[in-house]
């Protein structure tokens, strides 16, 4: 018997019970209205997730069939699962690949309960060499349909990543929520996000999109959090959407019971220690890095506001702590965490998949493109800074100036040319980064948002003059698009690295186009992307 064929032998003798114990006479049955979702690809295994709804409380047995053909009948693994409410009713199984099918070839999963099927997924494990792989980021239910999702289905992936802001946690009344009740897109629960259970609700209702459950189900995602998974702007030990009256406990409280919910409802792979999310995916051709820039080692943002007295900036102070040395983003562990695989690279391209812009970005004064209109009232404060030339978003990397000089100077030492993908802005970015001196370091590709506002649209304004405005005062930038919502198709093989973006014509409608967006290049040696 060859090896393989006695793998399938002994994986479906177990599913069976030949070689496992009796079902628990408690077992309930149960249907799979989420889908199914795979992720974490590493050169073997993957996760395979789902979510069972119950029809009573109690312990749920599942079972796991994987096929090499979506027909299913070559079955070569069964697996029983249990699943319960201490995790919410889902189950994730990492599938060790590697014994039945050959690196980055696909496979097909489903699970069965009782007489219910699950929708059956694709996956595969992380690719032998080159690779093709979807950027996403910041979709936010209310605001409109995930047709970007949709449309990355009908894409040849390998993988896809998601860049944060895989949810929201606001209201009904909170941002972006202005067409939900006309497009049947209410938030659930309909209150801020603050416990495990609300966590749960939001996360199950993102699940049950449909443009979320056919990309889910097409290709493996590899994730990352931004703030909105916990509160808007969230650091280490705080957000700016967290009440410190009391009225939302502690911010501890609700981050821990954020990273649950979040860790039952992902296919991500689970460590002991459950924030430590950063972590590695390579081959030859390319070493990604998934960073988090968010909640692991990110010191407070600094508010310009507390330095605005009587109409006086106090400009010292305020710049004294931006440049602060001391002052991290990823958290010193993080940082060593990458010193150590960049001294290991062998890989052809070295791609730091994270939430925020490394480029520095000086915004034109909103008030010039206003056309005379008078600012929305939450901006008027922020009017007075915009003559005292510091940077336009403090959440960012040019936030944190020391802690991106400390980032280029390890791939510097290393000789290596850094690939910054991002999202956060909900626009789209490239830029060719240089450092502190104007030494190049790199290109950043900032992924537009799957379908979060962007600033001309929450301003009102017209995107090509912001366009216009934010290049002209920004040297790194080299092209950006301040009117889509959309997604970012990378490929990387042994000479070329090519990014496009692809845009999506309406979020307001389930009948949408895709628009094929700018192609840029990179070739290897050179640490600059240009347009094709």
């Not at 600033?455 to 366009?467: F, G, H, T, W, Y």
Request: hydrophobic share 35%; charged share 25%; proline share 5%.
């Amino acid at each position: 018997m060859q090896r393989r064929d006695l793998l399938k032998f002994s994986a479906l003798s177990a599913s069976f019970g030949l070689l496992s114990g009796k079902i628990s006479s408690n077992v309930k049955g149960g249907s799979f209205k989420h889908g199914v979702a795979s992720g974490d690809p590493t050169h073997k295994y993957v996760i395979l997730w789902t979510r069972v709804t119950p029809k009573a409380p109690g312990s749920i047995l599942v079972t796991l069939e994987v096929s090499s053909n979506n027909k299913f009948n070559d079955i070569v693994y069964k697996k029983r699962l249990y699943t319960d409410p201490i995790r919410d009713y889902t189950i994730k199984h990492d599938f060790n690949a590697g014994l039945y099918f050959d690196q980055g070839q696909s496979f097909y999963f489903r699970f069965k309960c009782g007489d219910s099927f699950s929708d059956i997924g694709r996956s595969q494990t992380f690719p032998k060499l080159d690779v093709r792989f979807a950027c996403l980021s910041c979709s936010n239910y209310p605001t409109g349909f995930f047709n970007a999702y949709e449309a990355c289905a009908n894409e040849n992936l390998d993988f896809w990543l998601h860049l944060g802001d895989y949810l929201y946690e606001y209201s009904d009344k909170g941002y972006g929520t202005e067409n939900a009740s006309k497009l049947n897109r209410v938030p659930e629960p309909s209150h801020e996000i603050v416990t495990l259970g609300d966590y749960r609700t939001r996360h199950s209702q993102y699940k049950l999109d449909e443009g979320s459950k056919k990309l889910h189900a097409f290709a493996p995602l590899i994730p990352i959090w931004d703030d909105h998974e916990f509160a808007n702007d969230a650091w280490m030990r705080g957000a700016e959407n967290h009440a410190f009256d009391g009225s939302e406990g502690t911010f501890l409280k609700r981050r821990a019971a954020a990273i649950k919910a979040y860790m039952e409802w992902m296919p991500i792979r689970e460590h002991k220690n459950k924030r430590k999310i950063y972590r590695q995916f390579k081959n030859p051709i390319i070493n990604l890095m998934m960073l988090d820039t968010r909640q692991f080692g990110r010191d407070e943002q600094i508010k310009p506001l507390n330095y605005l007295e009587n109409g006086r900036f106090d400009r010292t102070a305020f710049f004294e702590k931006l440049h602060d040395k001391e002052r991290q983003l990823l958290g010193k562990k993080q940082l060593a965490w990458i010193d150590k695989n960049l001294r290991q690279n062998s890989s052809t391209w070295v791609v730091a998949g994270q939430q925020i812009l490394m480029t520095k970005v000086k915004f034109p004064k909103i008030k010039d493109l206003l056309d005379g209109r008078n600012p929305p009232q939450w901006l008027e404060k922020f009017l007075p800074l915009q003559n005292e030339d510091i940077p336009s978003n403090l959440d960012a990397w040019d936030g944190y100036p020391a802690a991106r000089s400390s980032l280029y100077d390890l791939f510097k030492r290393s000789n290596i040319s850094l690939i910054s993908l991002a999202g956060d802005t909900h626009n789209s970015w490239v830029s060719n980064l240089k450092d502190d001196v104007g030494d190049p370091i790199g290109f950043e590709l900032g992924t537009p948002s799957v379908t979060s506002p962007g600033v001309a649209d929450s301003l009102n304004i017209d995107p090509k003059k912001l366009e216009n405005g934010i290049k002209e005062n920004s040297a790194e930038i080299a092209w950006m698009d301040a009117k889509y919502r959309g997604y970012l198709i990378c490929k990387a093989s042994n000479k070329r690295f090519t990014a496009q973006f692809k845009f999506i014509d309406t979020i307001t409608k389930k009948k949408f186009n895709v628009i094929d967006g700018p192609m840029f290049e990179a070739s290897t040696g050179n640490r600059n992307i240009s347009r094709l």
